[in-house]
């Protein structure tokens, strides 16, 4: 099992940045690929980012191309969610998940969630 424990969503004005931290704890934490995904109220769950399991290899949906940065650090078993440039459609409960092996994109791939952190953005 892992345990996955999302922090430091919250409300920013357009154009500000957030970064989101995910800490793990359970099983060996470099033993998995970590991904972002988003759920905006009425819409599917969106991939947003993701990382392989020594962090040379990330991942990125369309929409965030250039805005976000995933990266992890294994000795503090945390991943992290850089977000700058943020817009109103970036407003979602933003989730962190582990796969020991899955395609990246495919949310139904992952093994273990998060219980999800909102980001609101709005002046």
């Known amino acids: 099992q892992v345990q996955l424990v999302e922090s430091g969503g919250g409300l920013v004005q357009p154009g500000g940045s957030l970064r989101l931290s995910c800490a793990a704890s359970?099983?060996?934490?470099?033993?998995?690929?970590m991904g972002w995904f988003r759920q905006a109220p009425g819409k599917e769950r969106e991939f947003i980012a993701a990382?392989?399991?020594?962090?040379?290899?990330?991942d990125y949906g369309d929409s965030v191309k250039g805005r976000f940065t995933i990266s992890r650090d294994n000795a503090e078993n945390t991943v992290y969610l850089q977000m700058n440039a943020l817009t109103p459609d970036d407003t979602a409960v933003y989730y962190c998940?582990?796969?020991?092996?899955?395609?990246?994109?495919?949310?139904?791939?992952?093994?273990?969630w998060g219980q999800g952190n909102q980001v609101t953005v709005t002046s």
């Open positions: 998940a582990a796969c020991s092996i899955c395609t990246a994109t495919n949310h139904a791939e992952y093994d273990y």
């Open positions: 990382i392989s399991w020594s962090g040379g290899m990330t």
């Open positions: 359970g099983r060996t934490f470099s033993d998995y690929e």
